[in-house]
């Protein structure tokens, strides 16, 4: 790819297949912004990699509109430009249908507050700024292979939310794409991350590779 003087914001970009993303976007010569909520070490081990062509930018998106609108915002004023957005930041959080109810519904709330109501958020920013652009601009939602096969109960929140994002990701593009916005959808397989291996210690990791088409985790 030749993404030179293309201008990147990756949602999620400290840990896993966000940092991975990230990483490769600035090796193809994009300018990228580098969204962290608490783990500000390992997106400032990218931006060092790659000086002055990555900015940092915190934010805890499951807080809101808030939030979502000044991210966005942020990194337009610090680049003046817009081209894409990739909606990686999720999270992952095991909830038994034999715990407490209320802390079962907390769990639920928070997963569909970051994995979807935040991307929602910032598509609708992204997509303000987009509409006013001849160049149009891409968004890119970072789904899971939950969304179409679902998960153990554990799980159900968060392969809820995964298909939402699918949902989201096909509206946006049935509505905008005349408009010059691009709309995508990425479900990765079973991959090896942190998020991911809160699963493997729960199943074992046989389990997780008995159900998979491959022989071995993606890393």
């Known amino acids: 790819m ?68 000044q991210l966005i915002g942020e990194f337009i004023q610090s680049w003046g430009q817009l081209d894409a957005v990739v909606l ?45 652009q001849a160049s149009g601009g891409r968004l890119i939602f970072i789904s899971s292979r939950a969304a179409f096969r679902g998960d153990t109960p554990e799980y159900w929140a968060y392969a809820a939310s995964k298909g939402g994002l699918v949902s989201l990701a096909r509206s946006i593009a049935k509505d905008f794409g005349k408009e010059g916005v691009k709309s995508f959808v990425v479900a990765p397989g079973f991959v090896a991350t942190e998020m991911a291996q809160q699963f493997i210690d729960t199943y074992g990791e046989a389990f997780v590779k008995g159900d998979l088409a491959l022989d071995e985790l993606t890393q």
């Not at 940092?56 to 808030?66: I, S, T, V, W, Y």
């Not at 407490?100 to 928070?110: F, I, L, M, P």
């Open 2 to 69: 030749e993404l030179n003087g293309h201008h990147i914001l990756v949602t999620g970009s400290s840990r896993g297949i966000g940092n991975a993303i990230a990483g490769h976007l600035l090796q193809q010569g994009a300018r990228v912004g580098l969204h962290y909520h608490s783990q500000q070490h390992s997106a400032a081990a990218l931006q060092a990699v790659y000086p002055g062509e990555s900015t940092l930018h915190q934010a805890d998106l499951a807080a809101g509109r808030e939030a979502c609108e």
């Open 88 to 132: 990686n930041a999720g999270v992952a959080i095991p909830s038994s249908l034999r715990m407490n109810a209320d802390e079962w519904e907390a769990n639920w709330d928070q997963t569909m507050a970051l994995n979807l109501k935040a991307p929602g958020l910032l598509s609708r920013s992204a997509l303000s700024y987009f509409q006013q």
